[in-house]
């Protein structure tokens, strides 16, 4: 299931439908697998995982965006008080503000 979560299904459910006869087809037991699906389909499902970042990832990294932001515009963009607030070291800081590109 976590596996058809992950994928975007851009042929929509034709796809889905295709995936799900090929597995039926392919299982002979009660209950279809992972082994049962298209070697191509878990394929890309794999690559993609590992070279796409993840919701969860994609949501903490905005959230920490945000929270520089406020912190900076809070001190007024004094690095030094900023990271003492947010509780890292000011090169720490640094880099992050480098990476979203506030600096």
Not at 77 to 94: D, F, N, Y
Request: aromatic content about 8%.
């Amino acid at each position: 299931m976590r596996l058809f979560m992950s994928y975007d299904f851009p042929g929509n459910i034709r796809e889905l439908e295709n995936l799900i006869e090929h597995a039926f087809v392919m299982c002979r037991s009660e209950q279809i697998g992972i082994e049962h699906l298209p070697k191509k389909f878990t394929e890309i499902v794999v690559i993609e995982s590992v070279t796409q970042p993840s919701k969860l990832h994609k949501q903490f990294q905005k959230s920490e965006e945000e929270i520089i932001k406020e912190a900076l515009q809070k001190n007024l963009w004094k690095r030094s008080l900023t990271a003492k607030e947010l509780g890292i070291h000011p090169v720490t800081l640094w880099r992050k503000m480098k990476k979203l590109g506030l600096l």
